[in-house]
């Protein structure tokens, strides 16, 4: 069988997407890029937003209308908290929520009628993510919140916390780095969280993986600053941690936090990124702003806006606030009206790309091992573009002859320029 895979939404569901991936490699079955000639397809949807919802309906419609005849597999946020909405869509074969994603690949090949015996049932020779165009893995140490941000539908589609054994963490990534994988990168809803309930910690994680596998590059998802240890950032002496952080930061104003049931403070999060910019050259730390939450008065804003300005971020995630039924913020009075949020939201964007671009000035001229991807672009016949990340996160394109490759190494290459958005390189061999 040629299975076809499509995630929205979190690096989470991407992790789980390549769980899948591997199942089915080891069950017999192919990975393919194309959805037309697929026989099975799996969707990972979401529902962060009312919007990611929207979308993934319209994905799970158009994927049937593309392939038909495709035994059809929805699962993630949106189908846990839509179920019956879900099963009623057009070509949908099998609705598998998330306390059961461990059972999909099982309950797809049985439930329906698709079980194989293959003529060799074997480790798969290429990672499934080669297969799908990727050099870089996810890998799920942990799911569930015990947090409830009042803006935040995930928690109560993700359950409870749970956080896997730490040698099935260090298995699989010795495996994944066996096939060729460089680097992983670790992802929960609430990763912070990491071994709350099997006495053990993230730091350990860590520390443990940087000891017991030798995979090159080692990246953190995203991560609530409130659960940082005390010399969290000692960790990142080893080079094999990648110097860059994603820490939600919402808002920049401390009433509007409290609405949210954050639990950092504004002055909390400022010593954080102090530390770690004080004690790793070129930490990234990039972040996630909602515009326009219920009650955000002007002062709020400005308030908000300024805090932004004075950290300085290297990308921010931008979402205008939009109700989210089954959650408290839904409840609360003084909504922000949509004119007013566009205002906000255009405004953060323009601060946002120059923060950006000061960002990236800053590492110009400096040389980084960067991590070269599969995706390129021809640029004439003699030539491609191809692209890569730097340790803290900055996406670096180079041109090279059509006739090479250098997808999957790591190569030190030198910023030099940016021209058309992008970050040019040169490589140094």
């Known amino acids: ?33 194309e959805l037309d000639n697929a026989h099975i397809v799996i969707i990972n ?37 839509n179920e019956d909405e ?14 059961d994603k461990n059972q999909l690949v099982k309950q797809t090949l049985s439930l329906l009628n698709l079980e194989s015996m293959p003529a060799m049932a074997t480790e798969p020779g290429e990672t499934s993510l080669f297969s799908r165009g990727r050099q870089r893995a996810f890998v ?14 995930v928690t109560v589609a993700r359950g409870e916390e749970a956080s896997r054994a ?43 993986i940087l000891n017991q596998t030798n995979i090159p590059r080692l990246r953190l998802g995203s991560l609530e600053p409130w659960e940082l240890p005390d010399g969290f950032f000692s960790l990142f002496k080893n080079p094999r941690l990648m110097p860059h952080l994603h820490l939600p930061l919402q808002s920049g104003s401390d009433s509007v936090l409290r609405r949210m049931a954050r639990r950092c403070k504004t002055d909390e999060f400022a010593n954080i990124v102090k530390q770690a910019r004080e004690q790793i050259p070129h930490f990234n730390v990039t972040t996630d702003i909602i515009v326009g939450f219920p009650g955000e008065t002007e002062q709020e804003w400005n308030d908000s806006f300024e805090f932004i300005k004075k950290i300085g971020f290297g990308h921010i995630h931008i979402f205008t606030y ?23 939201s255009k405004q953060l964007h323009v601060l946002a790309e120059e923060m950006k671009q000061a960002f990236v000035t800053k590492n110009f ?12 672009q021809p640029v004439d016949n003699e030539k491609q573009m191809v692209f890569g990340y730097t340790p803290n996160y900055l996406q670096v394109a180079c041109e090279i002859p059509t006739s090479e490759t250098i997808e999957n190494k790591i190569i030190e290459t030198t910023l030099v320029s940016i021209a058309d958005e992008r970050i040019k390189g040169r490589l140094e061999i």
């Open 365 to 376: 001229k400096q040389t980084f091992p960067v991590l070269w991807e599969g995706h390129k």
């Open 1 to 33: 069988m040629l299975v076809y895979l499509k995630t929205l939404g979190c690096r989470l569901n991407e992790a789980e997407l390549e769980t899948w991936a591997q199942a089915f490699q080891k069950a017999g079955h192919q990975i393919t890029r």
């Open 166 to 208: 730490l040698q099935d963490i260090i298995d699989e990534i010795n495996s994944l780095h066996l096939q060729g994988i460089n680097e992983v990168i670790l992802t929960g809803v609430h990763l912070g969280g990491y071994g709350g309930e099997i006495k053990s910690d993230l730091s350990t994680l860590i520390e443990t």
């Open 86 to 99: 879900a099963a009623q869509l057009l070509g949908v074969d099998l609705v598998v929520s998330n306390k």
């Open 140 to 153: 799920k140490v942990q799911d569930g919140c015990r947090y409830r941000c009042t803006f935040c539908i």
């Open 322 to 344: 939009s109700s989210r039924e089954g959650t408290k913020a839904a409840t609360l009075p003084n909504p922000v009206n949509n004119k007013l949020k566009k205002q906000r």
């Open 45 to 81: 949807s979401c529902a962060v937003t009312a919007d990611a919802s929207r979308k993934s309906r319209q994905l799970i419609r158009k994927i049937h209308r593309g392939n038909p005849q495709a035994k059809l597999v929805i699962s993630g946020c949106y189908v846990t908290l």
